[in-house]
T-cell receptor, first 113, second 115 residues
């Protein structure tokens, strides 16, 4: 199993550009989520999904969109990038069979100029 | 609002020592507690998960305990090695988070094991 994979590893954007951060898992987990990690702020939940076709907002959803068309994939879209979105983004997944132990991907480091 | 505190913020020990990392949380209505390791520039690696009904979990040289009534968890690392050097994060999921299963993280303990 590859576990949770994320692409790209690094990305530099200009203010106003859009992009999609990719996340995939091969563990058949029903639950997937996106966090951002910022110095002094820790990790904060952006959006999450409890299954294909079902998504909901977390603590800091503004400026981000998600969709879940398959169990495996959970992309995060930045609609119009802002410098405040400079951060490290992590995708995570879990399921009830493993008592909701959450597994994280390697992260995407995003810089918005 | 749930707050998670980790003390100390940084710890440096010589190789071979046993050590304890501390985590405290303000809301005891937790669903579970998870300990992670994060290496510089890397993702989070899950170390141990403790369900709210459990008192401890063990994996190799690691032992995590949970005392919900006092709002505390400890991560015990036996016979530390330089390869254990990393930031250790604890995180809790509250029952009230429902389907969000939102992890509330502490700020971490940065561990350095000296050869």
């Amino acid at each position: 199993n590859a576990g949770v994979t994320q692409t790209p590893k690094f990305q530099v954007l200009k203010t106003g550009q859009s992009m999609t951060l990719q996340c995939a898992q091969d563990m058949n987990h029903e639950y997937m989520s996106w966090y951002r990690q910022d110095p002094g702020m820790g990790l904060r939940l952006i959006h999450y999904s409890v299954g294909a076709g079902i998504t909901d907002q977390g603590e800091v959803p503004n400026g981000y969109n998600v969709s879940r068309s398959t169990t495996e994939d959970f992309p995060l879209r930045l609609l119009s990038a802002a410098p405040s979105q400079t951060s490290v983004y992590f995708c995570a997944s879990s399921n009830r069979d493993s008592y909701n132990e959450q597994f994280f991907g390697p992260g995407t480091r995003l810089t918005v100029l | 609002k749930q707050e998670v505190t980790q003390i100390p913020a940084a710890l440096s020990v010589p190789e071979g020592e046993n050590l304890v990392l501390n985590c405290s949380f303000t809301d005891s209505a937790i669903y579970n507690l998870q300990w992670f390791r994060q290496d510089p520039g890397k993702g989070l690696t899950s170390l141990l998960l403790i369900q709210s009904s459990q008192r401890e979990q063990t994996s190799g040289r690691l032992n995590a305990s949970l005392d919900k009534s006092s709002g505390r968890s400890t991560l015990y690392i036996a016979a530390s090695q330089p390869g254990d050097s990393a930031t250790y994060l604890c995180a809790v999921v509250l029952h009230s988070s429902g389907s969000a299963r939102q992890l509330t993280f502490g700020s971490g303990t940065q561990l350095t094991v000296l050869p």
